[in-house]
């Protein structure tokens, strides 16, 4: 088997003002440090409108719909904006976390890597914000238990942001684990260790700014791995911000990029022990163009060493 690389060139169409920082060039620059690697290159669709209603009730969809703009910029919250290409990224975003779903299920690939723009981990039930429109890791999670019949899946989300959106769209289905480290105190000033959910399916691993490799990687072998082993998942998702690099201009968890390598390896581990391997990965943050590319470039090595074993 191999490795999928999702994406569309819609994904580059989102647009938001000169100077922020979710802007296209990191799509470029990601797709251009994988485009001599082995990889099985799959079209991201546009999400079915049902899958998005897994997540987002039919009102929030509509009132994204309607707030693309046909020219010019749209500001959604303080940090989100709408370019006339942004509703088809979006789509093409949640669309390309499914197919992941579907081809890793199916066998068609090992593993998959979803190289997307704008990233959706922050997007809450009826509210965008973040840079993030629509939920796409919990739009697929909830996929792969409802439409594909798993019983369980675990989603490992380690951008340097809390996945607050993830949380809120997952926390009242007790079949998903949400994982998610992170540096506290940072935006969006939530994922508290106390915050656990309703059937305790949330863990949250906070990480003070500048705590750097050796904290990040304690609290996964001491926190999550455990957690993870005991949850027993079908699948596992990953919300991969690389925006912890010690390079990245929004933050402060100093890690180097072979964390990157180190944590996705791991990962896969556990999928391999837990899951038959399956695990699908998603593109959220990291906004140092350079250490973006490369932490991307040494995560997607590790999936396509795996998923050639």
């Known amino acids: 088997m191999t490795t999928a690389l999702i994406t569309h060139p819609d994904c580059l169409g989102h647009e938001p003002p000169e100077g922020h920082p979710e802007q296209v060039a990191r799509l470029e620059r990601v797709l251009a440090a994988l485009v001599e690697k082995d990889l099985l290159r799959v079209t991201a669709p546009l999400v079915a409108e049902d899958d998005l209603l897994r997540v987002h009730p039919k009102s929030y969809v509509e009132t994204i719909r309607a707030a693309a703009p046909a020219e010019g910029l749209v500001q959604l919250d303080a940090d989100t904006w709408m370019s006339p290409g942004s509703l088809a990224a979006a789509h093409r975003g949640a669309g390309g976390a499914i197919r992941g779903v579907d081809l890793v299920l199916s066998g068609e690939a090992h593993n998959a890597f979803v190289a997307t723009r704008p990233p959706g981990h922050h997007a809450e039930r009826e509210t965008p914000m973040g840079f993030c429109l629509f939920g796409n890791v919990a739009a697929a999670a909830k996929y792969a238990l409802d439409h594909q019949g798993l019983g369980r899946v675990a989603v490992v989300d380690f951008d340097v942001h809390h996945g607050n959106g993830t949380q809120d769209l997952l926390e009242d289905e007790p079949r998903a684990l949400f ?19 309703p059937h305790d399916t949330i863990l949250n691993v906070p990480l003070a700014p500048r705590s750097g490799s050796t904290a990040f990687r304690r609290a996964y072998e001491d926190t999550v791995f455990p957690r993870l082993r005991a949850f027993k998942p079908d699948l596992i998702l990953v919300s991969a911000g690389f925006d ?66």
């Open 179 to 197: 994982v998610s480290s992170h540096q506290y105190p940072l935006w969006p000033g939530t994922g508290a260790p106390d915050e656990t959910g």
């Open 244 to 309: 912890a690099h010690r390079d990245d201009p929004l933050a402060e968890l100093t890690l180097e990029t072979d964390d990157f390598t180190w944590i996705t390896d791991r990962l896969c581990d556990l999928a391999d022990d837990l899951c038959g391997g399956r695990l699908v990965s998603c593109l959220e943050g990291g906004y140092n163009l350079y250490a973006l590319a490369e932490s991307t470039a040494a995560h997607v090595d590790v999936l396509i060493k795996r998923g050639g074993a």
